[in-house]
Nanobody, 114 residues
Framework: VQLQASGGGLVQPGGSLRLSCAAS????????IRWYRQAPGNQRELVAS???????TVVDSVKGRFTISRDNAKNTVYLQMNNLKPDDTAVYYC?????????WGQGTLVTVSS
C-alpha cells in the first residue's frame, strides 16, 4: 500500500484547505484511514479517522472545523479544514494499518499564519 498526501500550503487564520490522501491498492476500500499531524517539537497526534463504512472520528481540538471523508471510487480520503488557526500548523500525514503493519504518506505541510 502506498499513500500520497497533498494539498498543504500557507493559509491565513480563518482560511480553509483540503488535504487529499490518495492510495494505491484494492485494499483501500476496506481500510480505516487516519490523518495525523506533527508540529515542530511535538509528538505526532491523531487528528481524524474514517472507517471502511465511513464512520468518522475527529479530535476535540478540531471538532466542528475539520471533516474527514472518503471516495472509494478514487481511492482517496480527504480532510477538509475550515477556520484554520495558527495552532493547526503542522505536517499532516495519512496513515493506515493493515494486519499490524503501518503505512504512512510522505506528509504535507500546513502553515497557518498572517
Amino acid at each position: 500500500v502506498q499513500l500520497q498526501a497533498s494539498g498543504g500550503g500557507l493559509v491565513q487564520p480563518g482560511g480553509s484547505l483540503r488535504l487529499s490522501c490518495a492510495a494505491s491498492g484494492s485494499i483501500f476500500s476496506i481500510s480505516t484511514i487516519r490523518w495525523y499531524r506533527q508540529a515542530p517539537g511535538n509528538q505526532r497526534e491523531l487528528v481524524a479517522s474514517i472507517s471502511s463504512g465511513k464512520s468518522t472520528t475527529v479530535v476535540d481540538s478540531v471538532k466542528g472545523r475539520f471533516t474527514i471523508s472518503r471516495d472509494n471510487a478514487k481511492n482517496t480520503v480527504y480532510l477538509q479544514m475550515n477556520n484554520l488557526k495558527p495552532d493547526d500548523t503542522a505536517v499532516y500525514y495519512c496513515n493506515t494499518n493493515i494486519l499490524g503493519n503501518n503505512f504512512w504518506g510522505q506528509g504535507t505541510l500546513v502553515t497557518v499564519s498572517s
